[in-house]
C-alpha cells in the first residue's frame, strides 16, 4: 500500500495493452498510485501500421503515437525495462537498479521479433527485423526505387512488407517455409489466394524452402542470400518475417509459467509452473497465453491488436475486484491489407479441423472461409466480404461464453 493506504497498481509495458489497463483502471474509478514501466524511451504508439502505412507514406513514417487520455494520473517511467520479478515480495525490478513495490502487477511486456540463431553469426547490414519504430524508420530509409527486397517468412507482417516494397516500386523477392503464404493460420484455400495476390503483383514468391545463408560484400552490406533449394537470391536490402516470441525472458526464476507467454487462467490471473494462481499478477496482450475456448481451453499468445485490447481491459478490471474476477469473453480478430485486398477474420482460423469455402472469386478478389473444429463453427475470415463476419462474430461470441475454457 501507499502511504495513505491506497493501492500502488505496476503496469509493465507502455504498448498498447499497458495503455488500455491504465484507462480502464481510470475509468473503473481506480484512484491509488499507478507506475508504468516501458522498456523504449517512447510513449504508447500504434504498432500496426508500422509494416504498413509507415513504409509507404509519403515523405516518411507518420505519427503513431496512441492518445493519452486526461485524466490516467500515471507515473511512467519510460526507457527503463524490467528485469526481474520477485512475486514473495511484491516487487519488480528494473534495469536501473530500482526496485518498485507493488499491490499489484500487469505483465503487458508484448513480444519481441524472432530472430536467427546465434549459431548463424551477425547479419549482414540491410537485414532487418521490423517490431518498433526504430525499426520501421530505418527499413523505410533502405527502401529505395530500384533495390532488391528479400522478405522470409510469407505471414502477414512479411506479406505486407512485400506489398509494401512492391507498392515502393522494388524488386520483392518472397521466401516462405511452408507450401503457401498464411497456410497453418488460415488453410490452404486462403494461402493460395495470398499467393496468387503476391505473383499478380509482381512478387517473386518462392514456398517449401528458406533463406539458408545471407551474402554480404565487402562493406559488410547484404547481396543476396543462397535458398535451401540451392538456388540464390540476389537482394540489397532483408527483412526477417520469421515470427513473435512473447517478451517474458525477463521473469525467470520468478516462478511464474512463462514459456511461450505467461499463463493465465480466463480471469487473466497469472499461474506458476503448479499451475496455482500466483498472487496479484496478471498478463495481458502478447506476453500472455490465455485459454480458447473455441480452442477446447487450449492457452495460446494470439498476438493479435484486437486481444491486447481485450485482454488488458478484463485483466486491469480483475485487479481491482481481485475476490470477484472478470472473465474474459471476446472473440479474437485479426486484419490485414495486401494489395489492395482487405482481409479479415474472427475466431481462430487457425484451431480448426476443416475450412469451408463458402465464396471464391479471385477476379472480384472476394473470398469467405467458415472454419470448424470437429463440427463446431470456430472461426471465419473474408477477403472484400467484411460485412459478413457480423453474423460470425456473434455465432462465436455465444459459443465462447457457453463453452468451457478448460
Request: glycine share 12%; proline share 7%.
Amino acid at each position: 500500500m501507499t502511504g495513505d493506504g491506497r493501492r500502488h497498481l505496476v503496469i509493465v509495458g507502455a504498448s498498447l495493452a499497458g495503455l488500455r489497463a491504465a484507462q480502464t483502471l481510470r475509468a473503473e474509478g481506480f484512484e491509488g498510485e499507478l507506475t508504468v514501466v516501458g522498456a523504449e524511451l517512447h510513449a504508447p504508439y500504434d504498432r500496426p501500421p508500422l509494416s504498413k502505412q509507415a513504409l509507404t507514406a509519403p515523405g516518411g513514417p507518420p505519427d503513431t503515437a496512441l492518445p493519452v487520455p486526461d485524466g490516467i494520473r500515471a507515473r511512467w517511467l519510460l526507457g527503463r525495462p524490467a528485469v526481474a520479478l520477485d512475486p514473495r515480495a511484491a516487487t519488480v525490478t528494473l534495469a536501473d537498479g530500482t526496485t518498485l513495490p507493488y499491490d499489484g502487477l500487469l505483465v503487458a511486456t508484448g513480444a519481441a521479433p524472432r530472430r536467427l540463431p546465434p549459431d548463424r553469426g551477425a547479419p549482414p547490414r540491410r537485414v532487418f527485423t521490423l517490431r518498433d519504430r526504430e525499426d520501421a524508420h530505418a527499413l523505410r530509409a533502405e527502401l529505395t526505387p530500384g533495390r532488391r527486397l528479400l522478405v522470409v517468412g510469407a505471414g502477414f507482417l512479411g506479406s505486407e512488407v512485400a506489398a509494401a516494397g512492391r507498392a515502393l516500386g522494388l524488386d520483392v523477392t518472397v521466401v516462405e517455409a511452408g507450401r503457401l503464404p498464411l497456410e497453418r493460420v488460415a488453410g490452404s484455400a486462403v494461402g493460395a489466394f495470398v499467393a496468387d495476390l503476391h505473383r499478380t503483383a509482381g512478387a517473386d514468391l518462392r514456398v517449401e524452402t528458406t533463406a539458408e545463408t545471407l551474402h554480404s560484400g565487402p562493406d559488410g552490406a547484404l547481396t543476396g542470400a543462397t535458398l535451401g533449394d540451392g538456388t540464390t537470391v540476389t537482394a540489397d536490402v532483408a527483412v526477417l518475417a520469421l515470427g513473435a516470441v512473447p517478451a517474458t525472458g525477463w521473469l525467470a526464476g520468478s516462478g511464474l509459467d512463462a514459456e511461450g507467454g505467461v499463463r493465465c487462467d480466463r480471469w487473466l490471473r497469472a499461474l506458476d509452473t503448479e499451475g496455482r494462481v500466483v498472487p496479484g499478477v496478471f498478463a495481458a496482450g502478447d506476453a500472455a497465453r490465455v485459454p480458447q475456448p473455441l480452442a477446447d481451453g487450449q492457452p495460446m499468445a494470439l498476438g493479435h491488436w484486437s486481444d491486447a485490447l481485450d485482454q488488458a481491459a478484463t485483466a486491469a478490471r480483475t485487479m481491482l475486484t481481485p475476490h470477484s474476477p472478470h472473465a474474459l469473453d471476446a472473440v479474437p480478430s485479426f486484419w490485414s491489407d495486401l494489395y489492395g485486398a482487405r482481409i479479415r477474420s474472427v475466431g481462430l482460423p487457425g484451431a480448426a479441423d476443416e475450412a469451408r469455402v463458402v465464396e471464391h472469386d479471385a477476379v472480384a478478389r472476394r473470398m469467405e472461409v467458415s472454419y470448424h473444429r470437429e463440427g463446431r463453427l470456430v472461426g471465419a475470415l473474408t477477403v472484400g466480404r467484411t460485412a459478413r463476419l457480423a453474423a460470425y462474430r456473434e455465432e462465436l461470441h455465444r459459443r465462447s461464453t457457453t463453452v468451457p475454457a478448460g
